[in-house]
């Protein structure tokens, strides 16, 4: 019997659609914050800003035609100008 692709998996996709998959994903993928109040605020801010910057990046793909390649290149660059700058938890074991 012979494996089939399944059509939806990622390497069969587009390659600027794998990359706007892979920016949406690394601009919300941030580590949880340590345990003071400012830790805490300083994450929540940022999952804030970089959720609208990759809503807006989307909508603009979606409503505006936007290239998506493009598009993918700039949410890089904007979740680059905003990394991590609070503590993050770590756990007893010394993970992150």
Do not use: F, K
Not at 14 to 29: G, M, N, Q, T, W
Not at 30 to 38: E, K, R, S, Y
Request: charged letters at 25%.
């Amino acid at each position: 019997m012979t494996e089939r692709t399944n059509p939806e998996q990622v390497d069969t996709l587009p390659e600027p659609v794998v990359a706007l998959l892979r920016a949406v994903h690394d601009a919300l993928d941030i580590p949880l914050p340590g345990a003071t109040d400012a830790d805490e605020r300083a994450y929540d801010r940022l999952l804030d800003r970089r959720a609208m910057h990759a809503r807006v990046t989307l909508a603009c793909i979606l409503q505006d035609g936007h290239g998506v390649g493009r598009s993918a290149a700039v949410l890089r660059d904007l979740t680059s100008r905003e990394p991590v700058t609070y503590t993050p938890w770590i756990a007893a074991g010394g993970e992150r």
